[in-house]
């Protein structure tokens, strides 16, 4: 069960985890710096109850958080 709603940055950021992008990447992509990436991530952990980037985004998937047919550029 999720805690806590994610915000559209916190979503646009599962996103691209779930597409397998790096902390350096998603920075990039997001125009934010690497520690703003694990900052995020932190809070997102926290938010869906998740001890890692796999888990959280099983969990984002399974509660609708994220769409489930992304495709990586």
């Keep these: 069960m999720v ?3 994610l915000t559209e940055q916190e ?4 996103e691209l985890v779930s597409l397998g992008y790096n902390n ?6 997001m125009y934010i710096s690497t520690h703003s990436v694990k ?3 932190a809070v997102i952990l ?7 980037r796999t888990q ?7 509660n ?10």
Excluded: Q
């Excluded at 979503?11 to 599962?14: A, P, T």
């Excluded at 350096?24 to 992509?29: A, H, N, Q």
């Design 3 to 5: 805690k806590k709603r």
């Design 11 to 14: 979503e646009r950021l599962m």
């Design 24 to 29: 350096k990447e998603i920075g990039e992509r």
């Design 39 to 41: 900052s995020y991530l």
């Design 46 to 52: 926290k938010k869906l109850g998740a001890v890692n």
């Design 56 to 62: 959280a985004t099983y969990i984002a998937f399974k």
């Design 64 to 73: 609708n958080l994220i769409p489930k047919n992304l495709d990586r550029d």
